[in-house]
């Protein structure tokens, strides 16, 4: 079993920055990808980006150019670094976990707002 904490998130103006952070704990040594997913009201949830253990990254092309993903393996930790943030950014935005293929474990969620 693995367990996620979120932090970071809150509120800004457009074309500010936040970090998020995801730390995990228990059976961390079997997961391969983590990141983050958001969510919006009355909308699904989509993936935002993920890093695999190796340091592969993937972003939703909404997000290129603005957002960063990394990770410190040893701390079992991935950061989420977002610049250039729009209104359309606000959402909860969900830790991930995953051995393989789907997300295996979720974050409790992190609201962000971005809004002047």
């Known amino acids: 079993q693995v367990h996620l904490v979120e932090s970071g998130g809150g509120l800004v103006q457009p074309g500010g920055s936040l970090r998020l952070s995801c730390a995990a704990s228990?059976?961390?040594?079997?997961?391969?990808?983590m990141g983050w997913y958001r969510q919006a009201p009355g909308s699904q949830r989509d993936l935002v980006a993920g890093?695999?253990?190796?340091?592969?990254?993937n972003l939703a092309d909404a997000v290129k150019g603005r957002f960063t993903i990394s990770r410190d393996n040893a701390k079992n930790t991935v950061y989420l670094q977002m610049n250039g943030l729009k209104p359309e950014d606000t959402a909860v935005y969900y830790c991930?976990?995953?051995?393989?293929?789907?997300?295996?474990?979720w974050g409790q969620g992190t609201q962000v707002t971005v809004s002047s």
């Open positions: 890093i695999t253990n190796a340091g592969s990254t």
């Open positions: 991930f976990a995953e051995r393989k293929g789907a997300p295996d474990w």
């Open positions: 228990g059976s961390a040594n079997s997961i391969n990808v």
